[in-house]
């Protein structure tokens, strides 16, 4: 997944911006691999019980040292609906409550672009509030 | 000159054949009792089944990942009041609503999964 290979970045971001900016990591349903011969289909058996999957995901974050909150969306995925977000999306909420940012799927190219990012917290940020 | 079954040898043809009736009543109430047991069985298990059809088997091929029903977007239209959600924090449980950082602060939403 994109965000799983720029978590660095993101690690980096909260660290400089985490006292001015609330990040929220939703935990959304799993997409495929690319193809059947690149690995398992998933690491959580979709019939398996809620719990059980909030218990593997919660190990994995504790084991990779997750720096943010992680909220999950399952059962109806509502939220997953409403943002468009399967199986990625990152999005930037200003503090008016207003969408200020789109940053899409993210599975075009690199993945997220970072500066654009943090070029967009930055704007979203009262101007010395940083200081 | 008469025979009963006490007179005749033990274990002899004759003396077998003097028990033949009582083998055959035993018999007959041993297949009656077979009977009577598959037939209770196969009653129940009409029960069982009449208004529980069977599950289907279970499948080993995982299920189909598709985008959800609903979606009516493909993208957030920039400008517009974000969607409220309160989703449970995994590592409390406790509920976080989106709404609550409306305000104060801005917020990085990033949706995904391990796969």
């Known amino acids: 997944m994109v965000f799983c290979g720029q978590l660095d970045r993101?690690?980096?971001l909260h660290r400089r911006y985490g006292d001015h900016v609330a990040f929220l990591f939703v935990y959304i349903a799993e997409a495929p691999h690319p193809t059947p011969e690149s690995g398992p289909f998933s690491k959580f058996d979709p019939r398996a019980p809620l719990f059980e999957k909030q218990t593997a995901?919660?190990?994995?974050?504790?084991?990779?040292?997750?720096p943010f909150p992680c909220l999950f969306d399952g059962g109806e995925r509502q939220v997953e609906k409403a943002y468009a977000a399967w199986p990625e999306r990152l999005v930037i909420v200003g503090k008016d409550g207003n969408v200020q940012f789109?940053?899409?799927r993210g599975l075009e190219g690199e993945g997220w672009g970072m500066d654009e990012i943090e070029k967009q917290l930055l704007a979203s940020l009262a101007p010395g509030s940083l200081h | 000159m008469s025979y009963s079954a006490h007179s005749l040898r033990r274990g002899s043809l004759a003396w077998w054949f003097t028990r033949l009736p009582a083998a055959v009543v035993l018999a007959g109430c041993l297949g009656?009792?077979?009977a009577g047991a598959v037939l209770v069985e196969g009653f129940l298990n009409y029960r069982r089944t009449a208004h529980?059809?069977?599950?289907?088997?279970?499948t080993t091929k995982p299920a189909t990942y598709m985008p959800t029903?609903?979606?009516s977007v493909d993208k957030v239209s920039v400008g517009t009041q974000a969607a409220d959600f309160c989703l449970p924090r995994l590592s409390d449980g406790q509920a976080v609503r989106l709404s609550d950082h409306r305000g104060h602060r801005p917020v990085v939403l990033v949706f995904s999964s391990f796969t």
């Open chain 2, 52 to 58: 529980h059809p069977p599950s289907p088997p279970v």
């Open chain 2, 32 to 34: 009656a009792a077979i």
């Open chain 2, 69 to 71: 029903e609903g979606w």
């Open chain 1, 102 to 104: 789109d940053g899409g």
């Open chain 1, 10 to 12: 993101f690690q980096d």
């Open chain 1, 57 to 66: 995901v919660r190990a994995i974050l504790e084991e990779v040292g997750f």
